[in-house]
């Protein structure tokens, strides 16, 4: 009885992909058009940011967890300016490119600070490549902004982004080193998150510092706690054959 319980512990507990990854160490080189593209694929203004080299962090997880992230550090697009986590040296990462190398979708799609933490869900399959906003993917949502001192979607308390829609994480809290925990809901089919820090025109390469990331998971999803429930009605029914015997 108790190999069976202990055996269903631990597979209920596998159920919740996701308790804690960090802390992540997240370098200003990460090119978040890299997410989810094998090694070798190029891209950034000048061509100079690469796979693997600039390839963005990837963490494991599960449609319907509810993330939230904790990051501090600084980056530099060019040594001159340093920012933290929120970013804010200056507004134009989303037209850094012109075009990214996978289907993580620019411009109309997002518009924040660079030297902010950004991050992009995916599945297992290899991004297609962009459709530049003629067909909005299901789930995407346009017009985000989220830049230095006029982003009004910097501040919300909880974020639901689509697949392959880049978005901001930059401190995880409503206010720039202050305020409340802001929660990430990870759409279905997602397995992975891609974390980077964003750049300005041109590209990630040489970019100096880095941010250190803990990613949070939420409570087990519903189909564990059956699976765990099942488990310890099954437990109970041996312990009373058991008994009777």
Do not use: H, K
Not at 25 to 39: H, K, Y
Not at 114 to 134: I, K, Y
């Amino acid at each position: 009885m108790r190999n069976v319980l202990a055996r269903l512990l631990v597979i209920s507990g596998c159920a919740a992909t996701l308790a804690q990854a960090g802390p992540i160490i997240v370098q200003a080189t990460t090119d978040i058009w890299l997410a989810g593209q094998p090694g070798g694929t190029v891209t950034g203004y000048f061509g100079t940011d690469t796979g693997a080299a600039n390839s963005p962090v990837q963490v494991g997880v599960a449609g319907g967890e509810i993330l939230t992230f904790s990051a501090s550090g600084s980056t530099s697009v060019d040594d001159i300016c340093y920012a933290g986590p929120d970013g804010g040296c200056y507004t134009d990462q989303s037209s850094f490119s012109p075009a990214p190398a996978g289907g993580v979708y620019p411009n109309d799609f997002y518009n924040g600070p660079a030297d902010a933490l950004v991050g992009v869900f995916l599945n297992d399959g290899v991004p297609m490549p962009p459709n530049n906003g003629s067909n909005v993917p299901t789930g995407f949502v346009t017009g985000l902004d989220y830049q230095a001192g006029g982003g009004a979607n910097q501040g919300l308390p909880s974020y639901s982004p689509a697949l392959n829609q880049i978005f901001f994480i930059g401190d995880g809290l409503t206010g720039t080193g202050s305020g409340s925990v802001q929660d990430f809901i990870v759409p279905t089919g997602a397995t992975s998150l891609y974390l980077a820090v964003a750049d300005s025109v041109g590209g990630s390469t040489g970019n100096l510092g880095s941010l250190d990331v803990t990613v949070n998971g939420a409570s087990p999803e519903p189909a564990s706690f059956l699976l765990l429930g099942a488990g310890l009605a099954v437990a109970g029914l041996l312990r009373r054959r058991a008994v009777r015997r």
